[in-house]
DNA sequence: CTGAAAGCGCTTACAG
DNA sequence: CTGAAAGCGCTTACAG
């Protein structure tokens, strides 16, 4: 596999019989203070390592310095799908942005499915793991083991501690209640997806300690992406008028429900997306998109795992409600 | 800076007393055929693995191997600007993809005016450059000392041999003066912007020729990013029908003279954008997004450098114009 | 089947 | 000011 053997700082000492420890000094800008090289040995290797074309390695370098600045995101999810590169790329943004504020760079890391090839992830010295693919056992294996991991959304694996930054769905959740409240409206259908995955948990979680606080009635149904509508859940939706929806997806299905039946979203109906805008919820009141603030907020746990630093008091990124056509105060 | 001892083989070796070569052998996957292990000592090994929690480091790895799987995709360009997300995210995805189809890992990397970092570059096997600052010293000197290296966007380095990709504008350039010719359009507004790197050079070489070839006049004025618009400007505006923009960006400046004007875009005037719609064209006319496209070339590029295969044979993206209200056949 | 040794390219005390 | 040597963590002929 040698193909590309380049030139090294051996080749560079050899070329002008110096002793490669002084190339590397004058290589890696180590002189001045106490590391002292005559002008004329250090022009000599400049003009050598510029004749002959030499071009340091990293890799090398880092295995000796064991540096930190390395690392990577991963997921497991299929980037070749279009919905799912917009559903990330503020994640990214955000990952890359704050990385590069704390002198990370970032290796963006997305092999399906492939133990061997997964494991490169041990190239950067953490991860940050995007994705809600639940059935990862090397991503397990990684975080028994203690490699530096910060998952994005709250993420449980059992009989290990993770670390996890997420979204504050409490307090916006609160706030969709409150409105509802002031709106009189006394009785809502949830519509679920069968997502189980923690932050889906959580959602539904304050749904049901709101509701109860508040003393508003929830109905539920669950509609999943390829779900057609039976006649119980269309006889639901059609007595109730405030739907909550799990998932953006979620609306298509709805809009169509209201053009078949002629009703209009904001005027017949009224509903609120619990998920901010990476989809564009177009009529729909929905959330505020923080991903690139929740990357940001996840690079920043990494590192501080990875530097030995106390973590950021904030784990939770805080949401705020975007009022639309179909649910206006 | 060792805060982050992590497990090595040689840990597991001393734990288990057997030698640290038997260990990797082990560990790297390598047992079967010639390399042979007994089932006694593997299992101790993996026991022991799995009890201090080894993780393999990809540096040391990669350094032994030399690896050619990493990739970096390299900007000066700042991302934390939104528009210039959006200009490179789909190359960005491009890459990724076409990486993930060809086995490499992509680093991305953009740090801006920082020399020790931006070598950070040569962590990986090589680069691909995206962006069009011009002042990239170190660059040069990359390329100088043969670092694999490919441009997105015609690029020319005094001295230096350069791999890029591009898009291919004369196809489609030719295509624009055709319809303008069937359109019986015999004069037009060439609305340029004062860049003058590669690729809109080429664009204006191909404007000349076709007009030159079709003999339709072509009058032009610069407008760039801040441009008021000045009378003789606007004149010349009032006097076209139709404009040829060099940048997405321009129309907004136009929009808003046809604004002050009561004109309308595609009945008083007619127009094309020479751009693709990273930016959303609205109704102009503009040619199709191949950006992803294009960063899989690139990175087939790459790749082919790499491994000292033979170039793919193509080069250039083709464009297809997709016609709007602005101008429509 | 197992291990001693050389080496990937580099850095860094340390001695001269 | 310069260089010999050890070592970062790993792999791989090679010898036993």
Chains 1, 2 share one sequence.
Not at 41 to 54: F, H, M, P, Q, W
Not at 111 to 124: E, H, P
Not at 164 to 177: H, L, M, Q, T
Request: charge should be neutral.
């Amino acid at each position: 596999m040698k193909i590309n053997k380049r030139v090294t700082i051996q080749d560079i000492a050899n070329e002008i019989n110096v002793s490669y420890a002084t190339v590397s000094k004058v290589l890696s800008g180590k002189v001045g203070g106490n590391i002292r090289v005559s002008e004329k040995t250090k022009n000599k290797i400049l003009e050598a390592s510029e004749r002959l074309g030499y071009v340091p390695n990293h890799m090398a370098r880092n295995l000796k310095n064991s540096n930190l600045s390395l690392i990577s995101v991963f997921t497991y999810e299929n980037m070749e799908n279009e919905e799912i590169q917009k559903e990330f790329f503020d994640f990214y943004i955000g990952v890359y942005i704050q990385g590069e504020k704390l002198g990370l760079d970032v290796l963006f890391l997305n092999t399906r499915k492939n133990i061997a090839s997964s494991s490169r992830v041990t190239l950067s010295s953490g991860a940050i793991m995007i994705g809600i693919e639940r059935d990862d056992s090397d991503i397990k294996a990684l975080a028994k083991r203690n490699f530096p991991l910060v998952f994005v959304g709250r993420r449980e694996i059992e009989g290990i501690q993770t670390s996890w930054v997420g979204f504050n769905y409490e307090i916006v959740i609160s706030e969709i209640f409150e409105s509802l409240m002031r709106k009189n409206i006394k009785k809502i259908l949830f519509i679920k997806s069968s997502s189980q995955t923690e932050p889906y948990d959580d959602k539904r979680r304050f749904v049901e300690y709101f509701s109860n606080l508040y003393n508003i009635e929830v109905d539920s149904i669950i509609i999943d992406r390829d779900s057609t509508l039976s006649e119980i859940q269309i006889n639901k939706m059609l007595d109730n008028d405030f739907y909550l929806l799990d998932r953006i997806w979620q609306s298509i299905i709805i809009d169509s429900f209201f053009k078949d039946n002629s009703l209009i979203l904001g005027k017949d109906k009224y509903g609120i997306i619990m998920e901010d805008d990476w989809l564009n919820c177009g009529k729909w009141t929905c959330w505020n998109n923080q991903r690139k603030e929740l990357g940001a907020l996840a690079t920043e746990h990494l590192f501080c795992i990875l530097n030995k630093k106390d973590l950021p008091n904030k784990k939770l990124v805080p949401l705020k409600l975007i009022y639309k056509e179909s649910f206006n105060i």
